[in-house]
Each structure stands twice: as structure tokens, then as C-alpha cells.
């Protein structure tokens, strides 16, 4: 998670309600008093791995500091069709105007967490984590990052500002490994000391010349075959951490794992989850 998670969900938040509520909620407005008070339940209607309480939580107190909100799952919990997740108490405006916000967010959230999940799974018994990437919706990698780590999952950086990740196209503008390599290692010593150095690689001299410098921290593995992957996890030893990445999928994970690779990355995790279906219900006491 990152050190000022609670002042970027903030801002998540205040830009998302303001996007959907723009100069007023006038559904709500037209015909609900202002003072009315209600409560409402989040039913769950797919079956999956739940994500996003903190977050709903989060979202009507944004908007209403005293509302009451009785939560009955927690993130990572394993759901199904007719539980429900929590019940929140708060005006009745107040549950309108999040209703959307909070059920986009834990939609994703949750498809995010299960898919993840099942890639996890595919994992126990080999050492190799599972890593998202930095493929994910514009404003929205906070959370999907976060689901990601609710599912069973880990963080790759979380931007461009965290870790430096020597791709292809750095390699090639910066005239070659060598060069990208010492240059990063340069910047890192005089400019952020302590931040850590990924390269990419395209093929086995790739990991040579990367293993010559001395000066990388992690070496990508990218499109290897999993034969080639494990000649070179084999080739770089304890010298530097190895991370497989390209093509890998639910079907072939785990002959990928199999190599002894210290990490895969798979943009999937958050790029193709499906949404899960989600409602909030109002109660009406009869």
C-alpha cells in the first residue's frame, strides 16, 4: 500500500462524487425530503472473493461523517449469492448520492480480488508470487491495486515514481543495456538513493550483459519460454531477483512457476476481471 493511501482515496472520492453529482443529485432532490433518514444493505448477488468494504465505508462518511455502518464481511471473505456484505444507516440523501460510487467501486473491486484469487491458487507450493503491473484504469489504480492485494496478489510499483523499470523502449533510446543500466544506477546514487533498479530482457545475452553490470536489483524475463526462463534463473543464481512476464496465463502459470522465477506479472489480474454483480437495497420498515 502507499504511504499516503488515505489522502489519495480522498481525493479519489471527492473527484468521483463530484463527477456524478455535479451541481446536485436532482432525482434525489425532487422528491426526497432533506431531512430524511434511512438504511440500506448491500446485497450480494455472484458468487467470489469480496473487495471494497474499507472503501464503502469510506465513501458515505466522506459525505456524512455520522453515519452508521455495521459491517458483516470483511475484505478478502469468500462470498455468495444472498449474503449480505453490510447495512449502512445515514440520511437518506446521503445513501443515494454514494449508492452508484460505492457499488462501481466494490463491483470492480471484488472481480478484480476473485480473478486474482484464482491465479494465487495456482501458486501454493511454489515460491513464485503473483505481481500486477501498471496496466489499469486512469484514477482508479489505488483501488484496483488494492483489490489486487485483497485477492492474494502483490504489488508491482505503484507508478513511475517507486522503482525504476528499465523497459525496451529506455533501452533503446538510451543506446543499449549498458548504458541505460549505468545511467539508472548514476541517477539512483546521486539523485534517489535507495530506489531499485528492474531491466528488462528480451533473451539469455539480454541477462548477461545485465548480470555484467552488477547493478540491477531485479532482471525481466520478458516473452521467455518457460525452458529459457529457467536457464536463466538458473544463469543469474542469488544475484538478482527474476520476474517472468508475457503470455502467461491461467492455463500455463504454473509450468511457468515451476522454473523457480522469484515473480510473475500478469496485467490480466486487473485488465480483463470481470465486474461482479453487486445491489444496494433500501430497508423499509413496515
Known amino acids: 500500500m502507499v504511504a499516503n493511501y488515505n489522502e489519495l482515496l480522498q481525493e ?7 463527477e456524478d453529482i455535479g451541481e446536485g443529485d436532482h432525482s434525489t432532490l425532487s422528491c426526497i425530503s432533506a431531512d430524511a433518514k434511512g438504511k440500506a444493505v448491500l446485497k450480494i448477488k455472484e458468487a467470489g472473493i469480496l473487495a471494497g468494504m474499507k472503501l464503502a465505508e469510506a465513501v458515505f462518511r466522506h459525505r456524512q461523517p455520522d453515519i452508521v455502518f455495521n459491517a458483516y464481511k470483511k475484505d478478502g471473505d469468500t462470498m455468495q449469492p444472498g449474503d449480505i456484505a453490510f447495512e449502512v444507516e445515514a440520511s437518506v440523501h446521503t445513501i443515494l448520492q454514494c449508492e452508484r460510487l460505492v457499488l462501481n467501486c466494490m463491483q470492480r473491486m471484488s472481480g478484480i480480488a476473485t480473478l486474482t484469487h484464482t491465479y494465487a491458487e495456482k501458486l501454493k507450493g511454489y515460491k513464485t508470487r503473483i505481481l500486477d503491473t501498471r496496466k489499469t484504469t486512469p484514477n482508479f489504480r489505488l483501488l484496483e491495486k488494492e483489490a489486487v492485494a ?31 543500466v549505468e545511467k539508472a544506477y548514476n541517477y539512483v546514487q546521486t539523485v534517489k538513493p535507495g530506489l531499485k533498479i528492474e531491466v528488462e530482457t528480451r533473451n539469455l545475452d539480454d541477462v548477461k550483459r545485465v548480470l555484467a553490470t552488477g547493478k540491477a536489483d531485479r532482471i525481466m524475463l520478458d516473452n521467455f519460454t518457460p525452458e529459457l526462463i529457467k536457464d536463466a534463473v538458473s544463469l543469474i543464481g542469488d544475484k538478482a531477483e527474476t520476474e517472468a512476464s508475457g503470455g502467461i496465463n491461467l492455463s500455463n502459470i504454473e509450468t511457468y512457476a515451476a522454473t523457480g522465477v522469484d515473480f510473475i506479472s500478469v496485467g490480466a489480474l486487473i485488465h480483463q476481471a470481470r465486474s461482479l454483480d453487486l445491489s444496494l437495497k433500501a430497508v423499509i420498515n413496515s
Open 12 to 18: 479519489l472520492i471527492t473527484s468521483a462524487l463530484k
Open 150 to 180: 485483497i485477492g492474494g496478489g502483490y504489488n508491482h510499483r505503484f507508478a513511475l515514481y517507486d522503482m525504476i523499470m528499465l523497459k525496451d523502449n529506455h533501452i533503446d533510446y538510451c543506446g543499449g543495456i549498458e548504458a541505460a
